[in-house]
């Protein structure tokens, strides 16, 4: 039962391939939004528009009184007519380009995309998926697999996408969709308000006349009147409002986003490639705001310890520095602490060399020679007689043999 020395299987091989990175077969291209399985927005889109299309023409337009019922059913009636018909143009349409049209070649299975071998999809206008030369517009929707000509969306709501050939009866399909459902909402709470206010006005039908009491209405008038009771007027009428409410809403916001794309004199596609160029320079711009911010934090600390190693050298520094165009005195302590510190290296030499062969006389001494050189302070002739004197360094020196002391010419 040991697993591990069996070897992985490859699912779905492709016969006579040589490399685990070749094309593999996938489903057909679909034709329209006709093509199975249908999107689940699409059945939705389609129970709704049932809905308020049974709802507005049987219920509510027929409570209207005369002559505003006739008006609304003509209204009414254009706008669900024009978008049911531009539906169904729009789902029907094969947007595909007509390179990919002339092939035919719905019914055999098109390859997936295979990165190690091309880099996009459409390249120098050649799909090679489709495998057919296409225009500069183009591209190919990874749901519908195929090449689309002037790609604009993929529509969930028509279950296909939206192209060239069917992008004007998509837009009038959404305009009179919203205008219905506008036209319908108003009726409704124009119904409401009456109900509470006027309810005779809505009860002009001559199928009231056998009915007695107002808690007893009527609905799909005039062919099948079915009585109702008012709280059942009343809750439908409000849950028709909120459908028909959530509806305009994205209506509207479709269809002045596509006004919006009019006046740019752009596409979906288009809008979305920009915005995601957008997001990208933000995150660029974002990132090397961070380099920045890191690097302005490193150069504080890096200047910190230069600062503080400063200090370390100077006291670790055997010599003393003063400035020579400064006074006399400063340059006499210039030669007086060169001085000391010979002093300090010799007298460390010959503590290391003669060490326990020093007689207290020697030791007395050089304590005696030390202070001297400390306590000495030149008179004031003598500074009178020294003013051509610049530095310390130009005096000529010559250095002891035993190094505790600074002979001059003029002691040698």
Known sequence: MNCFSHRLRRTSPVQGSSSRNELVTSKPPRMNGWSWPPQAFQVVGWLVYSYLAIVNFGIYIPLLPLPWNHVLYSLTGITFIVH?????????????????????????????????????????????LCDVKVGPKVKHCGICNKCVEDFDHHCKWLNTCVGGRNYWYFF?????????????????LFIFIQHYLDPNSLRT??????????????????????????????????????????????LCHLLGF????????????????????????????????????????????NQESSID????????????????????????????????????????????????????????????????IKSWKPDADEEAQWPSVKSADSVPGVQDPLGSSVMTPDNT
């Open 258 to 301: 596509h006004f919006y794309l009019f006046y740019k004199g752009i596409s979906t596609f288009d809008y979305v490639k920009m915005q995601r160029q957008k997001e990208a320079r933000n995150r660029d711009i974002e990132a090397e705001k961070a380099n920045d911010a890191k690097t302005h934090n490193k150069a504080p600390q």
């Open 309 to 372: 190693c400063e200090p370390a050298l100077s006291q670790s520094s055997s010599t003393c520095k003063f400035d020579n165009n400064g006074p006399l005195s400063s340059r006499l302590s210039e030669s007086i602490c060169t001085e000391m510190e010979n002093l300090k290296k010799s007298a460390g030499k010959q503590n290391s060399f003669n060490y326990g062969t020093e007689t207290p006389e020697e030791n007395t001494e050089r304590e005696m020679s030390v202070s001297d």
């Open 84 to 128: 049911f018909f531009t539906h169904i143009v729009a789902v029907t349409i094969d947007p595909a380009d007509a390179s990919v049209r002339a092939k035919q070649s719905y019914s055999r299975p098109m390859p997936l995309f295979d990165h190690t071998k091309q880099r996009h999809v459409i390249q120098d206008l050649h799909c090679y």
């Open 205 to 250: 039908a001559p199928q009231f006349s056998s009915i007695l009491g107002n808690g007893t209405w009527l609905v799909f008038l005039p062919l099948a009147p079915i009585k109702t009771t008012s709280a059942g007027l009343i809750i439908l009428a409000f849950v028709t409002v909120m459908l028909s409410i959530t509806c305009l809403l994205l």
């Open 172 to 188: 009038v399909a959404l305009s009179s969709a919203t205008l219905g459902v506008f036209l319908l909402v108003v009726v409704i």
